[in-house]
């Protein structure tokens, strides 16, 4: 936090002390935007004022202030990408920008970074757009309380609303994002804060990172996304204080693991999505402190899977707790609170004295054969599980919470 701090510091200074203010407007001497950063010295600062300017391939190549005065509006009228900064120390705060080209071959976005440092983006609505801000190897920047939004129907014809591509220390923070591809996407992405954003209702996942590790994500919310959150090849993650939420679907979840080492999941609540969190191939993750409460499967072990602790948890009526696919396991469940438990705690000492098994029999056919779905809730179903329990044959034999909770963790 420190070092997003003493950023902003220096884009207040650079902008107050060392540059001069233009003024673009209709009755202005400068009635454009390009003319104005033709004009401009490094440093000065250009107001524009609130009107619509129907530019679009508006190059930022010197140290700028771009300042919009009651929410102007950019229009690219479909033409191409709108804004590509090209410099260091740029700040763009308070427009409307829209209308940016669709392209198969080419990512057009609303704000493109190109080999940029210490930049400020705050403050803009991007609509119909197809990606929205785009970084690429750019750095030690913040992008900040933007509203982005698109109208594609396909994967293919739409683009992410943040997009980052090898990128290091870049804070994202009070964003919405909605109708993207991918709320957020970051590939090669190291060191960066993703919180207090939103995102909504995108054709494919509200997150989604590649080969980004040492990254914090806290306090935001992915609801209604195609397939929710995806972190894969990635480690040293912190993951709290978020909210998964409604993502359905025949292979949804509120967050895919794959391929994950070493990361913090903590304090996040997955609430109604198909499946909490499918997990493959993740190792040394630490789940704790967690609501799973009324999804379908609250998480889903694909294999590949060790060392990894799920502690202090509250499992709370989901369809399934939990789902293996092998009779081995080298994970730990410990003083977790599960909602279907039925023993007892004689000492009242608030951890159960009998062990619970988080894998019944059902979810280990369901897993093997998805149709059997349709036999859910059965009395037949109830007789099996209560058999596998007594003597386990198919279900892992370790896999236990040798100490579940009395009451659910606050």
Same mark, same amino acid.
């Given at each position: 936090?420190?070092?997003?701090?003493?950023?902003?510091?220096?884009?207040?200074l650079?902008?107050?002390? #060392?540059?001069?203010? *233009?003024?673009?407007?209709? =009755?202005?001497?400068?009635?454009?935007?390009?003319?104005?950063?033709?004009?401009?010295?490094?440093?000065?600062?250009i107001?524009?004022?609130?009107?619509?300017?129907?530019?679009?391939?508006?190059?930022?190549?010197?140290?700028?202030? *771009?300042?919009?005065?009651?929410?102007?509006?950019?229009?690219?009228?479909h033409?191409?990408?709108?804004?590509?900064?090209?410099?260091?120390?740029?700040?763009?705060?308070?427009?409307?920008?829209?209308?940016? !080209?669709?392209?198969?071959?080419?990512?057009?976005?609303?704000?493109r970074?190109?080999?940029?440092?210490?930049?400020?983006?705050?403050?803009?609505?991007?609509?119909?757009?197809?990606?929205?801000?785009?970084?690429?190897?750019? =750095? $030690?920047?913040? +992008?900040?309380?933007?509203?982005?939004?698109? /109208?594609?129907?396909?994967?293919?014809?739409?683009? =992410?609303?943040?997009? @980052?591509?090898?990128? &290091?220390?870049?804070?994202?923070?009070?964003?919405?994002?909605?109708?993207? $591809?991918?709320? /957020? %996407?970051?590939?090669?992405?190291?060191?960066?804060?993703?919180?207090? !954003?939103?995102?909504h209702?995108?054709?494919?996942?509200?997150?989604?990172?590649?080969?980004?590790?040492?990254?914090?994500?806290?306090d935001?919310?992915?609801?209604?996304?195609?397939?929710?959150?995806?972190?894969?090849?990635s480690?040293?993650?912190?993951?709290?204080?978020?909210r998964? $939420?409604? &993502?359905?679907?025949?292979?949804? %979840?509120? @967050? *895919? @693991?794959?391929?994950i080492?070493?990361?913090e999941?903590?304090?996040?609540?997955?609430?109604? =999505?198909? +499946?909490g969190?499918?997990?493959?191939?993740?190792?040394?993750?630490?789940?704790?402190r967690?609501?799973?409460?009324?999804?379908?499967?609250?998480?889903?072990?694909?294999?590949?899977?060790?060392?990894?602790?799920?502690?202090?948890? !509250?499992?709370?009526? !989901?369809?399934?707790?939990?789902?293996? &696919?092998?009779?081995l396991?080298?994970?730990?469940?410990?003083?977790? %609170?599960?909602?279907? %438990?039925?023993?007892?705690?004689?000492?009242?000492?608030?951890?159960?004295?009998?062990?619970?098994?988080p894998?019944?029999?059902?979810?280990? +056919?369901?897993?093997?054969?998805?149709?059997? /779905?349709?036999?859910?809730r059965? @009395?037949?179903?109830? +007789?099996?599980?209560?058999?596998?329990?007594?003597?386990?044959? #198919?279900?892992?034999?370790?896999?236990?919470?040798?100490?579940?909770?009395?009451?659910?963790?606050?």
């Amino acid at each position: 936090m420190f070092r997003y701090s003493i950023i902003f510091i220096w884009f207040v200074l650079s902008g107050s002390v #060392f540059g001069n203010t *233009l003024t673009v407007c209709p =009755n202005c001497e400068i009635k454009t935007i390009k003319e104005a950063i033709e004009q401009a010295e490094p440093f000065d600062t250009i107001r524009v004022q609130k009107d619509v300017y129907k530019e679009h391939e508006i190059i930022i190549d010197k140290p700028l202030t *771009l300042i919009g005065i009651d929410y102007p509006t950019i229009d690219g009228e479909h033409l191409g990408e709108i804004i590509q900064v090209q410099s260091d120390s740029v700040t763009i705060d308070g427009f409307i920008i829209k209308n940016v !080209n669709r392209s198969f071959t080419k990512d057009n976005a609303a704000v493109r970074m190109v080999h940029s440092e210490q930049f400020l983006i705050q403050n803009l609505i991007l609509e119909n757009v197809y990606f929205g801000i785009y970084l690429q190897k750019s =750095n $030690r920047g913040i +992008i900040r309380n933007n509203n982005i939004s698109a /109208i594609g129907k396909t994967e293919a014809g739409s683009g =992410n609303g943040i997009h @980052l591509w090898h990128c &290091n220390n870049v804070l994202i923070d009070g964003n919405e994002m909605q109708g993207m $591809r991918d709320g /957020i %996407y970051f590939e090669f992405a190291d060191s960066s804060t993703i919180r207090n !954003n939103h995102s909504h209702d995108n054709i494919r996942y509200g997150l989604h990172f590649m080969f980004s590790n040492h990254d914090v994500y806290h306090d935001n919310i992915f609801e209604r996304n195609g397939a929710g959150v995806a972190v894969m090849f990635s480690k040293h993650i912190d993951m709290h204080q978020n909210r998964f $939420r409604e &993502n359905w679907g025949p292979s949804s %979840y509120g @967050l *895919l @693991l794959k391929e994950i080492n070493d990361a913090e999941i903590f304090d996040n609540i997955f609430e109604k =999505n198909t +499946i909490g969190i499918n997990v493959e191939g993740t190792n040394r993750v630490t789940y704790r402190r967690n609501n799973f409460q009324e999804n379908g499967w609250a998480i889903r072990v694909r294999g590949a899977c060790y060392e990894n602790l799920y502690t202090e948890n !509250n499992f709370l009526y !989901n369809s399934f707790n939990l789902s293996y &696919n092998s009779n081995l396991n080298d994970n730990q469940f410990i003083h977790n %609170y599960w909602s279907d %438990y039925a023993g007892y705690d004689l000492d009242r000492d608030g951890i159960g004295d009998v062990p619970y098994r988080p894998v019944n029999l059902f979810s280990y +056919i369901v897993n093997r054969s998805p149709e059997a /779905i349709v036999l859910l809730r059965s @009395l037949f179903m109830d +007789i099996i599980d209560f058999s596998e329990r007594v003597s386990p044959i #198919f279900t892992p034999d370790k896999l236990i919470d040798p100490e579940p909770l009395m009451k659910m963790v606050k």
